[in-house]
């Protein structure tokens, strides 16, 4: 039976109407610095408890990232789960192992780990004191296309496991399909073969003309092949500051060590300074004047950034680019 569906309101006015409603929630939601003290951690299924920094999990739903802090009590194992999107980790405190399909890699304070996407992996503490560590993914991003999805298998041997999804070699020939199953099957190839365990140990931290010592933890120029998302060890010296600055996309900073303040604002005068401690997180948004200062003259203190380089910036340097 055809049907026929009618409207009182134009597209135009139904568009301009659900975009400003968005913009409005979206600014409501936004937040310069989360403090640690204001995270709860709460009991998961998963044998560890979780707390929301930014993400729809939470009180502060984000469009692109999200980040949660974690703690696992001493000789406890977690569940063995894979998600869609990929994610990584930055150890904050305590000694164990992340399992990623079979693997295991023993990770000590301020390594990081990436776990790639459709990858079954666990995590164990293996100390004596609860473990806590830091977790960032590309979900929000991922939910948006409706292609999220996650899957949790208990405490299941890997071996009874399905594999990540298979996907198919490429052909020779010149036309657009066999290019395309070329280029995807690489593609894959490439990202299941990429870094998965950065002890921080491993690099030293180099000068830049910021005026801050940096290293990578997660990055294509150490081997990793994350989707987008990048971490960096920033330290500064004590009373120091980083130039100002601003960058398409957004930027975490997790306070990993000492206490300062960031300036945030739309142009460089025009702005606000929010302070800062060990274990909160400062939300720099999308194009953001910032400079972000070391307030204690006689220690160093250390932020890790997280930035959705590869694919969320290289796609807006294309659509900025008219204007």
């Not at 968005?22 to 009991?43: A, G, K, M």
């Not at 921080?200 to 987008?228: C, M, N």
């Not at 300036?263 to 702005?271: E, I, K, N, R, V």
Request: glycine share 8%; aromatic share 8%; charged share 25%.
């Amino acid at each position: 039976m055809p049907t026929k569906t009618t409207t009182t309101t134009t597209h135009y006015h139904v568009q301009k109407k659900r975009r400003a409603e968005f913009i409005e929630e979206w600014r409501h939601y936004r937040r310069s610095v989360i403090r640690r003290e204001d995270v709860v951690l709460r009991p998961t299924a998963r044998g560890m408890r979780s707390g929301v920094y930014m993400g729809w999990d939470g009180e502060r739903p984000t469009r692109c990232l999200v980040a949660l802090v974690h703690e696992i009590d001493p000789g406890v194992t977690t569940t063995i789960h894979r998600h869609s999107c990929d994610a990584q980790t930055f150890i904050v405190e305590g000694g164990g192992w992340t399992e990623v399909d079979g693997v295991r890699y023993e990770w000590q304070p301020w390594d990081a780990i990436h776990l790639p996407a459709w990858s079954w992996h666990r995590h164990c503490n293996t100390g004596k004191k609860p473990a806590r560590f830091m977790s960032y993914s590309s979900e929000p991003m991922l939910w948006t296309l409706g292609m999220c999805t996650l899957e949790d298998r208990g405490h299941e041997e890997v071996r009874n496991l399905p594999p990540r999804p298979a996907f198919s070699p490429g052909i020779d020939g010149d036309n657009p399909y066999a290019r395309r199953l070329r280029r995807l099957a690489k593609e894959a190839q490439k990202r299941r073969g990429g870094r998965i365990h950065t002890p921080y140990d491993e690099q030293d931290l180099l000068a830049t003309p910021r005026g801050t010592r940096t290293k990578f933890l997660v990055d294509r120029a150490i081997g990793s092949e994350a989707s987008g998302i990048t971490q960096v060890m920033i330290q500064f010296a004590p009373g120091k500051t980083q130039s100002l600055h601003r960058h398409p996309g957004e930027a975490w900073l997790y306070v990993v060590e000492g206490h300062g303040h960031s300036f945030l604002g739309t142009a460089p005068d025009q702005g606000e300074h929010h302070r800062w401690n060990k274990g909160d997180l400062i939300v720099v948004d999308h194009f953001l004047w910032h400079q972000h200062f070391n307030d204690d003259p006689v220690n160093q203190c250390r932020l890790v950034r997280v930035h959705m380089f590869d694919s969320i910036l290289e796609t807006m340097r294309v659509l900025m680019d008219p204007m």
